[in-house]
């Protein structure tokens, strides 16, 4: 039976794609979510047309009816958290005078989730796990673990980088998909969806494919809990082989049908922008991102525009092209700067001169070289407060958004350009001061490593990364996390060149001391 579901992975997997949406091509698929994204406000205003009508069906509802209109309120209003909250609370509040504790713990499951996209994480995943013993049928229990599943598969892309986070919502995830095994029914997408999970724990790929396609297959679009779920999770997968076209056509399904439906359609379309990136489709990559970006400020679901933020760079080219008038201000900060390099160069010219001057008296020439060094820190001190407060600047710009100032839209944006293009200019004016003053630097290092794992001299006065680390050690910079502030690297990746570069010593316990006592010449 096994050897059965791997080969029907093999089969889905080489039909389902050019299958799924009646053999659309990606291209007309990416027309159809360009046109779709141009009258986007005709299917919300379909969708609000929807709400109000089941809301004006409220006063004529029959009374044991109305949990569940008032639940299916809720669940419509997608991009509005404080009404569904509103309605959700309604539900619960019904099924709990009618004593349907069960149905009644849904409703604050689903209140929790709302807790989460808007950034109370904590307390929204405490809310939702203390609802699951308030649970009493099988069709309480599908609904509250699939709710989970989804929840869980949301917040993974937050805590990407904290191994030990990711792991806990992994395990809850999978939690999640054996108790939906038990309750979902046969032959749903649901059921689907939690084998599919079950198998990617386990490493079975191609029966997690299957299943997923399998998924996908059965589920109709009303279903849009499951619908964009499947269809990013295969998107996901085919990036992950490193088949980007498949991936573009199922993360532009799912985009595709959050417009048609009216709901937010930020993390599709921001997947699809990434992957059209790498296929080199460069306007609509930009676009799409931008759009997902601006979807996610104007929603303020804070969990959707956390998982945005590594779009920025792209976007900021955008806005960037469209509207040079904007980067005046980096100029005005880059002049800053220039005159800042041009004063630590007239410093160390003179340091230079004295230098000449007291050559004869070693203790004084020592001492010299000291207060060059000295300059040179203070330097890098005063960058990186200037760093800092092009930090603290961009930080000021997405309260702004959030706050509904769209009018700076445009200079938050471009604060992060701001940093990358401070960031490189500032080492390229270290590498030259620091070279000027350690002009025999590298083959002083490279006597200090073994002769087949030689540094390169530098091309052009610029140090690679390795010997940049070194030369922050040789100032007395040690701390890997001032080194990384300085570098624009994470404190991980200092850390890993600093091992790399020690198992390179021929003295590997001694190698940074060695490289502080490097002489100035």
């Not at 807790?115 to 099988?138: C, H, M, R, W, Y």
């Not at 990559?285 to 969990?303: G, H, K, P, Q």
Request: hydrophobic residues 40%; proline residues 2%; charged residues 25%.
């Amino acid at each position: 039976m096994k050897h059965f579901f791997v080969f029907l992975s093999i089969i889905l997997s080489a039909q389902v794609l050019f299958a799924a949406d009646d053999n659309l091509s990606l291209n007309e698929l990416l027309d159809d979510i360009d046109k779709s994204l141009a009258v986007r406000d005709k299917y919300r205003n379909s969708r609000q047309a929807k709400i109000n009508e089941l809301k004006d069906r409220i006063p004529t509802t029959p009374t044991d009816s109305l949990g569940k209109l008032y639940s299916q309120i809720a669940s419509m209003q997608i991009w509005r958290f404080d009404t569904a909250r509103v309605y959700y609370r309604k539900a619960h509040d019904f099924f709990e005078s009618r004593g349907d504790h069960g149905r009644a713990a849904v409703m604050t499951a689903q209140l929790a989730v709302l807790q989460t996209a808007v950034g109370n994480i904590p307390e929204g995943i405490k809310t939702f796990e203390d609802a699951e013993s308030q649970l009493s049928t099988a069709e309480t229990k599908e609904r509250y673990y699939l709710n989970g599943l989804l929840l869980y598969e949301r917040l993974l892309p937050i805590y990407a980088d904290d191994i030990a986070m990711k792991e806990t919502y992994l395990n809850r995830r999978y939690r999640m998909a054996d108790s939906l095994e038990v309750y979902a029914p046969a032959h749903t997408g649901a059921l689907h969806l939690a084998k599919a999970t079950k198998y990617e724990r386990d490493k079975e790929y191609s029966l997690m494919l299957a299943e997923l396609n399998e998924a996908f297959s059965t589920n109709t679009r009303e279903k849009e809990e499951i619908y964009n779920p499947v269809a990013m999770r295969l998107g996901d997968y085919y990036r992950l082989i490193n088949k980007p076209e498949e991936a573009a056509y199922y993360y532009g399904l799912a985009a595709r049908n959050s417009l048609k439906k009216g709901t937010y359609f930020a993390r599709p379309l921001q997947s699809l922008g990434l992957v059209l990136n790498s296929l080199g489709d460069d306007d609509r990559s930009i676009n799409y991102m931008t759009e997902s970006f601006n979807e996610a400020v104007s929603s303020n679901n804070r969990l959707r525009a956390m998982q945005l933020m590594n779009t920025f760079p792209l976007i900021n080219e955008a806005f960037r092209a469209h509207h040079a008038e904007d980067i005046r201000l980096i100029w005005i900060l880059s002049i800053i700067l220039g005159i800042a390099i041009i004063a630590i160069g007239y410093m160390a010219w003179r340091q230079v001169q004295l230098g000449k001057r007291l050559k004869h008296k070693d203790f004084e020439l020592r001492s010299n070289n000291e207060n060059k060094i000295s300059n040179i820190s203070q330097f890098l001190t005063f960058c990186s407060n200037y760093l800092e407060q092009l930090h603290t600047f961009n930080r000021t710009a997405r309260r702004r958004i959030k706050a509904g100032q769209l009018e700076d839209l445009y200079s938050m944006i471009n604060s992060n350009q701001l940093v990358d293009v401070q960031t490189r200019e500032f080492l390229q004016s270290f590498d030259r001061s620091f070279l000027h003053v350690f002009p025999s630097f590298v083959d002083n290092v490279n006597k200090l490593v073994n002769p087949d794992q030689l540094f390169i001299q530098p091309v052009k006065s610029q140090l690679s990364t390795e010997l940049r680390i070194l030369a922050f050690i040789r100032l007395g910079i040690k701390d890997s996390n001032r080194i990384a502030h300085f570098m624009g690297l994470s404190i991980n990746t200092v850390y890993t060149y600093r091992n790399k570069m020690k198992s390179r010593a021929n003295d590997r316990d001694n190698f940074e001391t060695n490289i502080e006592m490097i002489d100035i010449e």
